[in-house]
């Protein structure tokens, strides 16, 4: 089956099997930010964005997606010049092992996109699909509160 996926801006014709998953795609492609971890849409380290919104990609067949707009963290910033979600998280150390890193920042990125001023509450449910083993997850919601302006700030 031909198509065409877009990721982060670029466009790949791509054959691909009807039955090929999106984690595997994009990871066959280069996009090794978007993780396997559980393989059943529960832990969120295969998180993308599909047209700004959260999407599982280990849930996902390739084939639903085509010519749709896909963002996964290389898709962030640069080497040279991080995205202030990115920044925040290594402000925050809310970075340890990375392997949730990836899905943390763009769930973060959908909520922010949506609502710039989340409460604690909107973080928590934004963040709920999304697992780390390393953090407790503190750091990481004072590097969602300092992405959103609200550094040193808790409910």
Do not use: W
């Not at 014709?13 to 971890?37: E, H």
């Not at 949730?100 to 990125?109: D, V």
């Amino acid at each position: 089956m031909n198509i065409n996926l877009i990721v982060n801006g670029t466009t790949h014709a791509l054959d691909i099997a009807p039955g090929a998953r999106l984690l595997d795609t994009l990871r066959q492609l280069g996009y090794t930010s978007v993780k396997f971890g559980c393989g059943e849409g529960t832990c969120g380290s295969c998180t993308v964005l599909l047209d700004g919104a959260v999407r599982l990609a280990c849930i996902t067949f390739t084939a639903q997606v085509a010519g749709r707009q896909i963002t996964t963290a290389e898709g962030l910033g640069t080497h040279g010049h991080l995205h202030p979600l990115q920044q925040a998280f290594l402000d925050e150390g809310a970075v340890q092992c990375g392997y949730c890193t990836p899905g943390m920042l763009l769930a973060t990125k959908a909520l922010l996109d949506c609502n710039p001023a989340p409460s604690d509450a909107d973080i928590t449910r934004a963040l709920d699909g999304n697992r780390c083993r390393c953090t407790g997850y503190v750091a990481i919601l004072n590097a969602v509160r300092r992405a959103a302006g609200r550094h040193g700030e808790a409910e």
